[in-house]
């Protein structure tokens, strides 16, 4: 899924019908299911789940989680390329803003990346907690976003340091995506696979690369 519709599945966040369910039924049919409070979370998951199936983890009432693992995402393609995702993790978040109204902007969506970083990165981390943070212990990158392509767009912003705080991040993110969006369908999956691709080059000339198939028991 990408930033084109981020517009909840058939309502609006104040719960209006806003889609002909006719046209969709198999989002209907999902949706009515969910009863999540967070209408935009609740179609990010539906997205996702078409491309990924079910995940291992689905809790579906009020609060609840979808959490697609590494025996989930192996061998799966995003954009034709093979998936940078070790997992990716939905909560149902209903998050205000300061003057108390629904924030479209919160980070529900997590993805975990297993790569071995090195101290400049590192550094950077205190400037991008709500939105990067990582375990060393395990080599465990998780980025926080709204979609899958928003993910990808901040590894790649954190990845060749181009960002140096959150206010930055933000901004170089909105950036890229606005850009995206108002670019055919094409060209937008010609721009994501070239992310995708300059990414990988970066993890393998850098030497960021990790096992995917860790027990971390």
């Known amino acids: 899924m990408s930033n084109r519709d981020l517009t909840a599945v058939f309502w609006d966040t104040q719960g209006k019908i806003k889609y002909n369910t006719e046209e969709s039924f198999f989002k209907y049919e ?6 999540w409070n967070n209408k935009i979370a609740r179609k990010v ?19 609840g989680i979808a959490l697609w693992d590494n025996n989930n995402l192996k061998d799966l393609m995003f954009y034709k390329r093979n998936l940078l995702f070790y997992e990716i993790l939905i909560r149902d978040k ?29 550094k950077l981390l205190s400037e991008l907690h709500n939105y990067i943070y990582y375990d060393s212990y395990i080599n465990q990158l998780t980025i926080k976003s709204r979609t899958l392509e928003e993910n ?13 705080t959150q206010k930055d991040l933000i901004k170089k993110k909105n950036k890229i995506m606005d850009k995206l969006n108002n670019s055919n369908n094409l060209l937008f999956e010609k721009n994501m696979i070239l992310l995708i691709e300059n990414i990988n080059n970066y993890i393998s000339q850098n030497n960021l690369i990790i096992q995917k198939n860790l027990n971390y028991e």
């Open 30 to 35: 999902t949706s009515m299911s969910i009863n």
């Open 94 to 122: 209903y998050v205000n803003t300061d003057e108390n109204k629904y924030n479209t902007e919160y980070p529900f969506l997590e993805c975990k990346y297993i790569l071995k970083l090195n101290k400049n990165h590192t």
């Open 45 to 63: 998951f539906i997205n996702i789940l078409q491309l990924f199936n079910k995940p291992n983890i689905l809790h579906l009432e009020s609060n």
């Open 152 to 164: 990808i767009i901040i590894l790649s912003l954190f990845l060749e340091k181009k960002i140096n």
